[in-house]
T-cell receptor, first 111, second 115 residues
């Protein structure tokens, strides 16, 4: 079945460091891909998405490119802030329309 | 425009009791999804419902768990005879229609603790 694999956390960075969180997927067909973010004690919020190969999703300085050849959707940000500390989930939409999530990667940014 | 509303936010139950979690989707949304987040784990799909219909319950445990989304009122996730392993955060999400783009809008979750 469809699945998503993310790099394990926690990831600890200093403020203004470069961030990469790896995400790869297995799917039949051509799913849409998503990054969601979960701040402490809250629900998930959509961060960015890409619906077809080579699309780049971007929001709040984060970006990710849909790479069909490597089945990847890595999340990047050039300069992280303390306020970016959260858990990040990579996800794909399967043929039935539901989201399948990776296990989440906790990011902690220190001042 | 109110978002997805879940209640209660926190629920404590003793083993063997019943837990009922409610979810009101965003206005205009007729599709509801329930996910469970166990401690230190990601979100696992449980069930997908439209008004008065269960579309996909492939993630629901075979026993003790049920879900409904009546014509009027919120969606309900019901857990009978709770056990300690049911302690988790339960998230509801909604969408305006079945869509392959898959964007869902999540509530803040209901955190169930079983003593």
């Amino acid at each position: 079945g469809d699945s998503v694999t993310q790099m394990e956390g926690p990831v600890t960075l200093s403020e203004e460091a470069f961030l990469t969180i790896n995400c790869t997927y297995t799917a039949t067909g051509y799913p849409s891909l998503f990054w969601y973010v979960q701040y402490p004690g809250e629900g998930l919020q959509l961060l960015l998405k890409a619906t077809k190969a080579d699309d780049k999703g971007s929001n709040k300085g984060f970006e990710a490119t849909y790479r069909k050849e490597t089945t990847s959707f890595h999340l990047e940000k050039g300069s992280v802030q303390v306020s970016d500390s959260a858990v990040y989930f990579c996800a794909l939409s399967d043929a039935g329309g539901k989201l399948i999530f990776g296990q989440g990667t906790e990011l902690s940014v220190k001042p | 425009n109110a978002g997805v509303m879940q209640n209660p936010r926190h629920l404590v139950r003793r083993r063997g009791q019943e837990a009922r979690l409610r979810c009101s989707p965003m206005k205009g949304h007729s599709h509801v999804y329930w996910y469970r987040q166990l401690p230190e784990e990601g979100l696992k799909f449980m069930v997908y419902l439209q008004k008065e219909n269960i579309i996909d319950e492939s993630g629901m445990p075979k026993e003790r768990f049920s879900a409904e989304f009546p014509k009027e009122g919120p969606s309900i996730l019901r857990i009978q005879q709770v056990v300690r392993g049911d302690s988790a955060a339960y998230f509801c999400a909604s969408s305006p229609r079945s869509q392959n783009t898959g964007e869902l809008f999540f509530g803040e979750g209901s955190r169930l603790t079983v003593l």
